[in-house]
């Protein structure tokens, strides 16, 4: 499976725009970037996936880079509930390997 | 559909017990996937079946734990015999086809697991 980077913990105010940034230079063409997001004591919970173009749907967007080594994560307004932890996954060999993810707390 | 069931949500038993988890993917389904949540070592994977057989349980740590699915809405995990080490959130997924062919998986509430 291809490696991710994340940062391991991040803030963000509610009401604004959260970016969390992912690293996976070891793509493969054919390989999808997945974004889970775990909050506490939950099961994970699927966000949103893509390939080579950016993605939007009803929870966040996903800009992915032209080269795809990396993509960023985009909640437009963040809000107390999406305090989580959010993970970014390259699949292949058809599971998901978590690795730490990124904490985001939004704060009041 | 009411998602992926897992039962119970919380066990408590002494060591050297049998623990037996149970999951109810969503109907249609194909694939499941039992993982196993620490602290120390985060969200592993476990096993995963697809179409009811076991395709790949190099996670399992060891003898102790064994995973079945008799059919295609019910799988089980067991340990036996528990040990304390074995405490942690088993969580249950499913998918609707090969997650690498642009599908998504569905978690469980997850299994409370402790040994005491």
């Known amino acids: 499976d291809a490696k991710t980077t994340q940062p391991t913990s991040m803030d963000c105010a509610e009401g604004r725009a959260a970016n969390l940034p992912c690293n996976h230079s070891?793509?493969?063409?054919?390989?999808?970037v997945y974004w889970y997001r775990q909050i506490h004591s939950q099961g994970p919970q699927y966000i949103i996936h893509?390939?080579?173009n950016n993605e939007t749907n009803e929870m966040a967007s996903l800009i992915i880079t032209e080269d795809r080594k990396s993509s960023t994560l985009i909640l437009p307004h963040a809000t107390l509930r999406d305090t989580a932890v959010y993970y970014c996954?390259?699949?292949?060999?058809?599971?998901?390997?978590f690795g730490e993810g990124t904490q985001l707390t939004v704060n009041p | 559909d009411a998602g992926v069931i897992q039962s119970p949500r919380h066990e408590v038993t002494e060591m050297g017990q049998e623990v037996t988890l149970r999951c109810k993917p969503i109907?249609?389904?194909?694939?499941l996937f039992w993982y196993r949540q620490t602290m120390m070592r985060g969200l592993e994977l476990l096993i995963y079946?697809?179409?009811?057989?076991?395709?790949?349980d190099s996670g399992m740590p060891e003898d102790r734990f064994s995973a079945k699915m008799p059919n295609a809405s019910f799988s089980t995990l067991k340990i036996q015999p528990s040990e304390p080490r074995d405490s942690a959130v088993y969580f249950c997924?499913?998918?609707?086809?090969?997650?690498?062919?642009?599908?998504?998986?569905?978690f469980g509430q997850g299994t409370r697991l402790t040994v005491v």
């Open positions: 996954i390259v699949i292949s060999g058809s599971r998901l390997t």
């Open positions: 079946f697809n179409n009811n057989v076991p395709i790949d």
């Open positions: 070891t793509i493969s063409g054919n390989e999808y």
């Open positions: 997924a499913s998918s609707l086809a090969d997650l690498v062919v642009n599908t998504e998986a569905f």
């Open positions: 893509g390939l080579k």
């Open positions: 109907s249609g389904h194909d694939y």
